[in-house]
């Protein structure tokens, strides 16, 4: 019997409204919000595809792990049950609790002391670059060639450039702090990196004497594209790949509001007690204690349950199948797509969907705001509006290596009948795609400028 239903394994216990609106109405909200869609009120969005970060729907059993929270200031039983989870998954001795990934990042770029360094990636998102320019760090970014044709199916387009890697961990004017894999690649498509090129760069980095983490939001999505794709993998849980996957590393930072399943939290960690010890001590001045870190207990404890959901593979196959099923949808409307499909998200390629649009004028925010004006499904621009601007350290105008409309989909949230409604947009946008323009910015702040400029359409 062969059954193309996807079939969500899980049952809706509680459900929360959706105000329809007009399309009067989102130009008004449009308009209002300064053509930035971060600026509009959630009220306002019919499906809301802005980031899968936090927006996940919790289990039953998170929610009944949330009751025994442990709300003690310290060596709350909370803690305790948060930290043996993480030290089982990673193998990693000292864990650090963060109130989301950005703070975990923060502090590791303060104690590696990154100021007039370097630190490598196979791409930096938004929060990771400007925590690493915070510090007068320099991030570089050096995913596989392969990366740069969108449309190319190659599976592993979230490795990082080894051949590159060796050239600049022999470079000793590079002054290299840390190297950053971002499994999976955010801001290259969700794209995964295959276990054979994660080995091979920690062994670089290894003999090199420079430490490789992990930025591990999405590590199990990235564990079952190994499962599938990659040759003598197939028989391994997934849950075995992602212990080895952390195993590779000398430390990482976690958001949990991803492949936590949990609506806040992260960690930081690693097996450097030196290195532990002064991040232990900003965490104190800048977080919290050691034991909650910035968290409420409930927290701690709906976060040690999703890291054991996260693995199932039922969830899992759901989860990929699910989000291939909107890039088929798209594709078939002639909306080009980052490919193959990633794991939490679909990107259209903004660019060759819009060629009419110079990078300057922002074809991926036009792209964004054309979905939602027409059905109100909010996504992300993750291009020249997101990475452009000034670079801090060179003063010289960025612009993205990619134009890209992210559509994330959060954690156990829609079903198949709203991604068939965003497919639907999908094509009404498609249709009316030479009618778009671009735009100018008018307001800006010097960092992470998307989250809260103002734009007017040219």
Not at 235 to 264: C, H, P, Q, Y
Request: with cysteine; charged share 25%; glycine share 8%.
């Amino acid at each position: 019997m062969v059954i193309t239903t996807i079939f969500e394994p899980f049952r809706i216990k509680s459900v929360e409204p959706i105000r329809m609106t007009t399309r009067a109405q989102r130009a008004a909200a449009l308009e209002h919000a300064g053509w930035n869609l971060f600026k509009i009120k959630a009220d306002d969005i019919l499906v809301d595809l802005l980031t899968d970060s936090g927006t996940g729907a919790m289990s039953a059993e998170q929610w009944a792990a949330m009751m025994r929270g442990d709300e003690s200031y310290a060596g709350a039983s909370s803690w305790f049950r948060f930290r043996d989870r993480v030290q089982e998954l990673t193998g990693f001795q000292h864990v650090i609790p963060t109130h989301q990934g950005r703070a975990a990042e923060r502090i590791l770029f303060s104690c590696l002391q990154v100021r007039g360094k370097t630190v490598v990636s196979n791409t930096c998102f938004d929060t990771t670059r400007a925590n690493i320019e915070a510090q007068g760090g320099r991030a570089i970014d050096i995913p596989t060639p392969l990366a740069k044709d969108t449309q190319a199916s190659h599976p592993w387009k979230g490795d990082i450039d080894l051949a590159a890697l060796e050239r600049i961990l022999g470079d000793a004017s590079q002054q290299v702090a840390c190297v950053v894999h971002t499994i999976t690649n955010n801001s290259g498509g969700g794209q995964p990196a295959s276990l054979r090129n994660l080995r091979a760069a920690s062994a670089m980095c290894k003999k090199a004497g420079v430490p490789y983490y992990l930025d591990a939001c999405r590590f199990a999505e990235n564990a079952w594209f190994i499962k599938l794709r990659e040759e003598g993998q197939h028989d391994r849980s997934v849950e075995s790949i992602a212990r080895e996957m952390f195993r590779l590393a000398d430390g990482a930072t976690f958001s949990a509001k991803k492949d936590g399943l949990a609506n806040i939290g992260g960690f930081l960690a690693s097996n450097d007690d030196a290195l532990a010890a002064q991040e232990e001590q900003l965490l104190i001045l800048t977080e919290g204690f050691p034991t909650y870190g910035g968290l409420a207990g409930r927290d701690l404890d709906a976060i040690a349950v999703g890291l054991r959901e996260v693995v199932d593979e039922d969830y899992l196959r759901y989860r990929i199948v699910s989000t291939k099923y909107l890039g088929d949808g798209l594709r078939r409307h002639g909306v080009p797509i980052v490919e193959p499909p990633g794991g939490h998200a679909i990107y259209i390629d903004a660019r060759a969907f819009l060629p009419h649009i110079p990078q300057e004028a922002f074809p991926g925010q036009a792209a964004a705001c054309a979905f939602y004006l027409e059905g109100g499904v909010r996504g992300c621009e993750i291009g020249t509006l997101m990475f452009g601007g000034r670079d801090p350290l060179t003063g010289k105008s960025r612009v993205a290596a990619q134009e890209l409309l992210r559509l994330a989909i959060p954690r156990r949230v829609y079903t198949q009948s709203h991604i068939d409604y965003v497919v639907e947009v999908g094509r009404e946008v498609a249709a009316r795609k030479r009618e778009l323009t671009g735009f100018r910015i008018v307001e800006e702040p010097a960092q992470l400028r998307h989250f809260s400029a103002r734009l007017l359409p040219l």
